[in-house]
C-alpha cells in the first residue's frame, strides 16, 4: 500500500470516534519498561539516561499544545497494513489506545523508513493538503520519541531471550537513529514550532 492510502486510513480511524479503554502515555510507558528492565541483566546504549533528560523539552513542547486524544493503531508495522486494493486494513491492535493521533503517523514514517517524498504523501492524504508547522513539528518529534520508546522494548525482548531477532542491534539501531535525529537543527526548530501552537 501506498503512504497516502496508509494517511487515509488513519483519517478514518482517527475521525471514527472510537474510545480505547487504554491511554497510550509515552513518558510512563518509558519509565515502566525502564522500570522493568532495571530487574534485568541487559545494558541499556550509551547515553541513554541522558536522551531521555533531553526529551523533557519534548514532553514539556507537547504539553503546552497537546492535541485531543483519538483512538489510535501505536504500532504502525508496515506488516500491520493490508491493503486489498479495494480498502486498506489496520491489524494487530495490541498496542491501541487513545493518544496523540500524529504518533501513528511519526512512528509510521520510521516503520515503512519513508523519504521526504512519501512523508509528504501520507501527510497531505491525512490532512487532505498542507499540515501546520506544529503538526508537521509533531509528527518529526514522535519519529524520534517512537525510536526511544522501541529501543526499550527491543531490550526487553532481549532479555527475555526472544529468539525472533537480533535484539541488541534492533534496540541500538533505533537509539542511533533517535540520538541523531533529535540532534539535527531541524528537531529543534520542530520543538520551536510545537511550542508555537
Known amino acids: 500500500g501506498s503512504p497516502a492510502r496508509a494517511g487515509e486510513a488513519f483519517r478514518k480511524l482517527h475521525d ?20 522493568v528492565l532495571s530487574t534485568k541483566e541487559v545494558a541499556l546504549p550509551a ?18 499544545h497537546p492535541l485531543p486524544i483519538v483512538a489510535c493503531h501505536c504500532d504502525p508495522l508496515c506488516e500491520n497494513f493490508l491493503d486489498t486494493g479495494e480498502r486498506m486494513w489496520i491489524v494487530d491492535w495490541e ?26 504523501e501520507m501527510i497531505r492524504a491525512y490532512f487532505g493538503g498542507e499540515a501546520r508547522p506544529a503538526e508537521r513539528g ?20 532481549l532479555a527475555n531471550n526472544n529468539p525472533v531477532d537480533d535484539f541488541r542491534a534492533y534496540a541500538d539501531g533505533r537509539f542511533a537513529r533517535c540520538k541523531a535525529l533529535m540532534e539535527t537543527p531541524e528537531f529543534s526548530r520542530h520543538l520551536a514550532a510545537i511550542h508555537r501552537g
Open 138 to 157: 509533531r509528527i518529526v518529534i514522535y519519529k524520534s520519541m517512537c525510536d526511544l520508546l522501541w529501543t526499550l522494548w527491543g531490550l526487553i525482548q
Open 16 to 35: 471514527s470516534g472510537a474510545v480505547f479503554p487504554f491511554r497510550f502515555e509515552l513518558f510512563a510507558m518509558i519509565d515502566d519498561y525502564l522500570k
Open 95 to 120: 498496542y491501541s489506545g487513545m493518544n496523540d493521533p500524529l504518533w501513528d503517523l511519526g512512528d509510521l514514517s520510521v516503520e515503512g523508513k519513508f523519504d521526504a517524498a512519501q512523508d509528504e
Open 47 to 64: 547515553g541513554y539516561h541522558d536522551v531521555v533528560r533531553d526529551a523533557e523539552s519534548v514532553r514539556s513542547a507537547l504539553a503546552a
